[in-house]
């Protein structure tokens, strides 16, 4: 009798169209636009090519400031997220379209027929992130510009979830009739009002159009916050996190997975998925030396400066980035960078940052190198696949969003050289079995 294998968990992949942020290095000559689309197919079809679930596009609604200036990062522009998903929609075939809307700037009625279009016109693909923001900043771009108190960011979205999802349900599935005699019809009394009172909303209406083919979008949630955590668990088919350590992400799992659980839900039905960057090089040593060489890149002296700034609320432009920090404590109440969430308490930031400087002789430059560094694979093929596996199955996620730091051709590599090796290891797809983004997760 032979020996029973062990059934290994799949790979789930995801590819990040990243925008503009402390990942992308858009200033590299090999670094294409960040708003042609031709930058958005090539990406996407390149994910598309390596059989990922997911194309993901961030989202941002107000150029960032730093004292009292536009932040030049921004400066190369975001364009609509719906507006580019459905021009994708027409590009690629089976890979999932995902992106980001806002519930604090937006309208339930909008939003899901936007996200019901979107999954028509992809066969069953779309992708909502869901996020929240109290941040009146970014608010006076809107008429109700600061209205949402902080502690009201997650019951607006739960609220307003529970109204998307009613429009969503409003069609019977036997509402567009194909008739013989009359061709394609649509019978009004398989539409169903929505009403729905909440402390948020007052909707009386109808939806305009079916639900999508998968009948809602998939749910996707960012927000690693006690609130966030707890709302994606009920809410959200993947969670989007930071947490990428081994030892972080199995604690940050299980916990998630446990509050699933504790929502009548099955915990494998929510992926999480930590954002994960990659070096690829012919050896060890290559790909620590591009790694550094990329970090020095995304860490300009002026960036670094900037960081310390955002922390210490104040303008520090007389120091040296190859110096020490600032020897006093930061302001507390500052509002020197707009757009920007702080680092929690500045002053026990700015502590354990001196203490980290202290100990490892860091300058200001090489610290912010250090405490912005996110977890990324470092190494061969064939130690990032074996990487990756690893996680996978010792239950520190279902699956990564890679974030490439070129655009649009970061991916490129990983898909020619890792993809190839996860397929080995027969934990990975080798082809496409679903048609709809839902089915990707599941598989």
Known sequence: MGVERVK???????????????????????????????????????????????FFLAEGLRLREHRGQIYDLDVVGRPDTFTVLAALAAVTERIGLTGTINTTFNE??????????????????????????????????????????????????????????????SWDSDA?????????????????????RSSQFDVRGYATLPAGPQGHPVLLQAGDSDEGRSFGARNADALFTLHGSLED????????????????????????FPAATFVLGDSADEARDKARHIREQQVSPATAIAMVEQVWGREL??????????????????????????????????????QRAEAQNLSIRELIIAVTSREQFVGTATHI???????????????????????????????????????????????????????????
């Open 8 to 54: 290994r968990k799949p790979i789930h992949l995801a590819a990040h169209f990243p925008g503009v942020n402390n990942t992308t290095v858009w200033t590299d000559p090999s670094s294409g636009s960040q708003i042609e689309f031709d930058s958005f197919v090539h990406l996407a079809r390149t994910a598309e090519r390596g059989l990922f679930d997911f």
């Open 108 to 169: 339930p009625f909008e939003v899901a027929r936007q996200f019901a279009t979107l999954d028509h016109l992809s066969g069953g693909r779309a992708g909502w992130n869901i996020v929240t923001s109290s941040d009146a900043f970014t608010g006076a771009n809107f008429r109700r510009g600061g209205f949402l108190s902080h502690a009201d960011r997650y019951v607006r979205a739960e609220e307003f979830l529970t109204a998307a999802r009613k429009f969503w349900d």
């Open 176 to 196: 567009v009739v194909a008739d013989v005699d009359a061709g394609v019809y649509v019978d009004p009394a398989r539409i169903h009002s929505v009403e729905y």
């Open 249 to 272: 992400g199995r604690r940050y799992y299980a916990d998630v997975k446990g509050r699933a659980r504790a929502s009548g839900r099955d915990p494998e039905q929510l992926k999480v």
């Open 317 to 354: 432009s007389d120091y040296d980035p190859d110096g020490p920090l600032p020897d006093f404590d930061p302001v507390v109440e500052s509002n020197i960078t707009q757009g920007r969430v702080r680092h929690g308490d500045p002053i026990a930031v700015a502590r354990k940052w001196r």
């Open 385 to 443: 696949a074996d990487e990756i596996d690893r996680y996978i199955q010792a239950d520190a996620c279902d699956g990564f969003i890679l974030v490439p730091h070129l655009t649009p051709h970061g991916l490129d590599e990983f898909v020619d050289k890792v993809v190839p090796l996860l397929q080995e290891r027969g934990a990975y797809r080798t082809e496409y079995t679903g048609q709809t983004l839902k089915e990707h997760l599941a598989g």
